[in-house]
């Protein structure tokens, strides 16, 4: 049985040369199969998917983020999204053949190894963090990159690995496993930034929107539009159409239109088989009730097929 | 490239021991893989979904068939779903690496054999149609089992092969070539089957409705509730959103709920895009951006993986 794990590091970088040479080192790397890479000036991020075996995806994840530790200066780094270093987050996840103890495994060793041969110290997070607090990223890039070296000496963020200093020019890194996220963002038909905050804070689970929710607002200047990134950690839970519904609400609240959205990322099946079925009231829509999935399994499960 | 072909044949029958019998003859074929299997009393009919090479799905299709004829009186059958024979139709899909040609020759071979072995005459449809109003299986089913002997003698009703007069307990044959549809039921808040009839007809194509889609109305007794069973064939040009959002538009003026519906048979992967596209305005996605399909490509393309 193929073992399938997921890897989706974020780098601070949207410099096309940079974005290159890190996706070389993927490149370079046996077993691996790159899914999906963005990278937008206005968040200043670099977000790639790829996966592989449990062995590939650590070798690839650590020559990417060596790299990423040459060339980024985090100095110099301006962006909208939250960050505290040069490599991120480097999640893992696992998609098959495989548990979340796997991947919990493959962030401990490559959490290890990046500390050990860049100095750079690394947070375990999510379903790898060592104590309760740090299982929440927002937790732990509480300050960013830019308050980092006062945040750090506090006895309760002594980093999982490496030294309790942020590395000059890469900030810290955040490793960890987690289960498939749904990334989704909605364009806004206003560019009051402050409308958008109002819509973002109204789905953010910390702000008393859903649980599992993430929302954040952006102003994205080549449409003069803004638009709510959210990441939902658990879509089986809180469904993307639940979110989608309240979001339309609150939108409507401030006659703000919706002009479009996008999955930031692959789209999960069942995020997908969860709309359909909720907006067209069907009962009984299995990922192995879709024809492309159920030919696929067949093959798998049969004895050979010529 | 592994080449697959599905088949999906519809029989007479919704006796367990008879659905038994057909099923093991594909059982018995190698190379074939069992997607679905559905059969209703109120229907009266055995509806399978599977899939193979060329080769195998013709061998599957004329043994199941072979049984079918052997077992299945007409003359003692009833059901609320329009039919000409025990082995009604069986259209043949090019799903992976085939193309709607290679299906049409499978359809051409599957209705020559059954008509030689078994005395049963065949029509071809749809995409193997041998003249234009041929293309149409309402046109061919016209005055159904019952009236078939004074319909198959009119000269413009030729079988395609076989003899040009009914097989006395299998009725005629439908085969041909065809694109994947979606098949659609939606369960109504009503037992009046009037009502339900005038929504069908709202939809079906021939009566005003949306071209690509044929509706049909039944009642379901041990549910005491009334179905609109649907068949859009081709789901990409009229979208399955467009047609519920009719049908809900239709329902609401005989103050009929909308209580439940179900994919009939597999769920096309692209019919369920469009579906979260519509309703979430999704800008981009496409079946390569769904997470699971991505990973199955990227296997495919990518030079081995271990």
Redesign the interface.
């Known amino acids: 049985m ?1 073992e ?1 794990v ?1 890897c989706v590091p974020n780098f601070s970088t949207s410099d096309p040369k940079t974005v290159e040479l890190i996706l070389n080192e993927l490149k370079k790397t046996k ?1 691996t ?4 890479c963005t990278f937008d000036d206005y968040y200043n991020r670099l977000v790639v998917s790829f ?3 449990k062995k590939s995806v650590l070798e690839a994840a650590l020559n990417m983020s060596f790299k990423a530790v040459e060339l980024i200066d985090m100095r110099l780094h301006k962006g909208q999204h939250p960050r505290v270093g040069a490599v991120d987050i480097v999640p893992f996840l696992p ?2 053949n495989v548990i979340m103890e796997d991947c919990i495994e493959v962030a401990r060793k490559f959490g290890k190894t990046l500390a050990e041969k860049c100095r750079v110290p690394v947070y375990l997070y999510d379903e790898a963090a060592t104590k309760p607090e740090r299982r929440d990223l927002d937790w732990i890039r509480e300050g960013e990159y830019e308050r980092l070296a006062e945040m750090i000496v506090k006895p309760e963020r002594k980093p999982d690995f490496g030294p309790a200093k942020p590395h000059p020019t890469a900030g810290a890194t955040v490793t960890g496993a987690r289960k ?1 996220m749904a990334g989704f963002n ?1 364009n806004l038909g206003t560019a009051d930034l402050k409308i958008a905050k109002k819509i973002a804070k109204a789905l953010h689970a910390k702000k008393g929107g859903f649980s599992n929710v993430k929302a954040m607002a952006a102003f994205i200047p080549e449409k003069n539009v803004t638009q709510i990134g959210m990441s939902i950690s658990d879509f089986e839970k809180t469904p ?2 639940r979110v ?1 519904e309240m979001l339309k609400v609150e939108a409507a609240r401030y006659n703000v239109p ?6 930031c990322g ?4 069942k ?3 969860d ?2 079925s909720y ?7 299995t ?1 192995d ?8 399994n ?2 798998e499960k ?1 004895d050979g ?2």
Do not use: C, H, T, W
């Not at 199969?33 to 999906?36: A, I, N, R």
């Not at 692959?266 to 099946?269: K, S, V």
């Not at 009730?289 to 696929?296: C, D, M, S, T, Y």
């Open positions: 193929r399938i997921e077993n199969f790159l899914l999906d996966f592989g075996n998609i098959k498939v909605v993307l159409y989608f919706i002009l479009g959205s996008e999955f692959m789209a999960p099946l995020a997908l088989i709309i359909a907006y067209l009231k069907i009962d009984n829509l990922e009730r879709v024809l492309e999935i159920a030919v696929q067949a093959i049969g097929f010529e």
